[in-house]
């Protein structure tokens, strides 16, 4: 990945974290662990450590974010994102569960 893109891809990351934080601040879990921008900068992909409901949630008010996206970072084009629940999350829980329940 260029420089450019990887400034671009931090920017991003930071700005998602301030907006998630703010539009869903009920919704625990809900943390930005990575953004990959395209090269073009026209789509991007959002991997989040939550749960499938709040990825649901966050899915449904996209367009609302990503508004508030070209408000923090300026660009050309403001990338059409997805969100993808990052499911290295979901195996240290259950590694956990799995910990707990053999300490028992």
């Known amino acids: 990945m260029n420089n450019r893109l990887e400034q671009l891809s931090i920017a991003y990351k930071k700005a998602l974290g301030a907006i998630l934080l703010k539009e869903f601040p009920h919704l625990t879990p809900l943390t ?23 990825l649901k949630e966050v899915e449904q008010r996209r367009g609302d974010i990503q508004g508030q996206l070209k408000e923090h970072v300026v660009t050309r084009y403001t990338p059409k994102i997805s969100f993808v629940l990052d499911d290295k999350y979901l195996d240290k829980i259950d590694n956990l569960f799995t910990e707990i329940e053999h300490e028992s």
Request: charged share 25%.
């Open 32 to 54: 930005v662990i990575d953004v990959l921008i395209d090269p073009s900068g026209k789509t991007g992909r959002v991997w989040l450590s939550t749960t499938e409901e709040i």
